[in-house]
């Protein structure tokens, strides 16, 4: 039988590594059967930790005095024997990094050595984790965690050292980037004349179907087979998140349920890949993790847990089976319409991935055009809030779009505070495209980072849009693309999708617009060495004809000025 494991662990201390070198050194006493050993109450004084051999740039952490033997669980996933094996070589690979990063000379991450003890419980504590959370494959996750330990880097062993610490002694913060210094954005044109240069930035879509850009309406006979199969599959669908199999149940089931499967064990974060070193072949090179808990691949099942499964449908006509798409129609009473910047948040229901909230903002200004809570078609199973930014506090206090806002011409400290008045409702996905249609006409730019995300959420089909994908494209190119984020802290200094509340759909439309800006200035640059001209808000080509779009397609027209 194994160890029942320790229920005394030390409390949780709040510290900044930045600082610890000056005022959290703690002295601690050596032992005649290993190295220096953590403290609890000992008075702060320097010690030699070059002759040590362990960091003392960190509170003690009072690691349990524990033997390399298994914890007992009421459900173990293998023999003891065979898990004491395990234990053993995760132990033994842990022991050989920790000693690399002893001998390591970049001093930043001394801290992070531990002493025999603090290996042991940390080896345990992998070992019973995935003893508890994948016990059907435990064999082989956890001899797929020992490779990677025994190929991994000190730099990233001090990442795992690091949440190790997190998760059972305190909370280390990491050192802080210095806040981003906004640059800004002089394109030396009026922003009419912005508009004029903006139509040469115009992509075509004919050839990225692949990609996802719808160009043409499924046909009634797609329709009718996107139906049929979905009938077919009786509600079973992939997670999007953990790739498990489960139904799904549109109305719900007769319990009231409206998915099966159970609880979502899953990363919210995409792998991180890191870029290969040339000094791989010494320290090893890095391997991939989840920047949202910095654990390697295939380590675990998952850091963050939801109520249940979601998917999303992807098939164009799927998605029109659900609600058919709508080219842009002409508005032939409003003449040529400003260029719209938009930026659309998502939400899982038993439809799949919806359309909850839908902004929109003029360019170059980016004055607010429209920003709407959109009511999804089928029943909520989670409003993804992490990243769209909707709550259910949102829908709760929304009121009905066209509701006249109250004007309060004194209002309150409080209500001073509040930046953003609440959101509208509107109460379909159709409603909500045709508030956004009446902004547009077929050739009107319009503007968005991973557009074609945006347009499939609204079942538009628009003929003249402007891609921040396709305008700083990944170096390997699609599908592979830029994050927005990435983006704007590069070319615009601008640090966006920070903190906990998840995204704000206006600020990351009013973002990329502004990096539009920035390719407009560059662009503007190159078309004045050729001879081009800006008259009268127009773009004249050197023959003396000006550039216009009527559709994807930029097209010339005579100059007037040129008659």
């Not at 992807?314 to 400003?338: H, V, W």
């Amino acid at each position: 039988m194994g160890r029942l494991s320790p229920k005394s662990v030390a409390p949780k201390q709040s510290l900044n590594t930045k600082d610890t070198s000056k005022s959290q050194e703690i002295a601690q006493p050596t032992s005649s059967d290993g190295p220096p050993k953590p403290s609890g109450n000992e008075p702060a004084k320097r010690i030699n930790t070059a002759s040590a051999g362990y960091s003392s740039q960190l509170p003690p952490r009072n690691a349990p005095k524990e033997t390399l033997n298994p914890r007992m669980l009421a459900h173990a996933p293998a023999t003891h024997g065979s898990r004491t094996t395990i234990l053993q070589k995760l132990h033994s690979a842990m022991t050989a990094l920790n000693e690399k990063l002893r001998k390591d000379k970049n001093s930043s991450n001394r801290c992070f050595v531990l002493t025999p003890d603090e290996i042991i419980t940390m080896a345990l504590d992998e070992e019973e984790k995935f003893a508890r959370d994948s016990p059907s494959v435990y064999g082989n996750v956890i001899k797929l965690r020992i490779v990677r330990v025994t190929k991994m880097g000190v730099d990233e062993w001090a990442k795992e050292v690091m949440s190790h610490l997190n998760a059972r002694y305190y909370k280390i913060n990491p050192i802080q980037k210095p806040p981003a210094i906004p640059r800004p954005i002089n394109t030396g044109l009026t922003p009419a004349e912005e508009i004029a240069v903006v139509s040469q930035l115009v992509t075509p879509l004919t050839g990225l179907e692949e990609h996802g850009y719808v160009t043409k309406q499924p046909t009634n006979a797609d329709i009718e087979t996107a139906k049929r199969g979905v009938g077919e599959s009786k509600g079973w669908e992939k997670c999007d998140r953990c790739g498990q199999r489960f139904q799904v149940f549109p109305g719900r089931r007769e319990d009231g349920a409206l998915a099966s499967g159970g609880p979502c064990n899953y990363h919210p974060g995409r792998p991180v890949y890191p870029q290969r070193k040339k000094t791989d072949h010494v320290t090893g090179p890095s391997q991939p993790y989840f920047p949202c808990c910095s654990e390697a691949l295939g380590t675990s099942t998952g850091c963050t847990r939801a109520e249940t499964h979601v998917y999303k449908v992807s098939e164009t006509k799927r998605l029109a089976s659900i609600l058919q798409f709508q080219t842009t129609p002409s508005q032939p009473g409003k003449g040529p319409l400003e260029p719209v910047s938009i930026d659309c948040e998502m939400g899982y229901t038993t439809l799949g991935l919806e359309l909850i909230r839908l902004t929109a903002v003029s360019w170059p200004k980016g004055s607010d055009l429209l920003d709407v809570l959109v009511r999804p078609m089928g029943e909520v199973l989670d409003l993804n809030t992490r990243f769209s930014g909707v709550t259910p506090q949102h829908y709760a206090s929304a009121s009905p779009y066209g509701t006249p806002i109250p004007s309060n011409n004194s209002p309150s400290a409080d209500e001073k505070k509040k930046t953003n008045p609440p959101l509208q409702l509107v109460q379909s996905l159709a409603e909500a495209r045709g508030l956004l249609l009446k902004l547009l006409q077929p050739d009107t730019p319009l503007i968005g980072h991973a557009i074609d995300n945006d347009l499939n959420a609204c079942r538009i089909i628009h003929p003249t849009v402007i891609d921040t994908v396709l305008l700083y494209p990944h170096p390997r190119g699609l599908p592979i693309r830029i994050s927005l984020k990435a983006l704007v802290q590069r070319h615009l200094g601008r640090d966006i999708q920070v903190g906990d509340n998840g995204h704000d759909s206006r600020e990351d439309s009013i973002a990329t617009g502004d990096l539009v800006r920035v390719k407009v200035s560059e662009k503007w640059k190159q078309l004045k060495k050729k001879g081009h001209k800006i008259e009268d808000g127009k773009l004249v080509r050197p023959d003396g004809q000006v550039a216009t779009i009527t559709s994807s397609w930029t097209t010339v027209q005579k100059s007037k000025s040129s008659r």
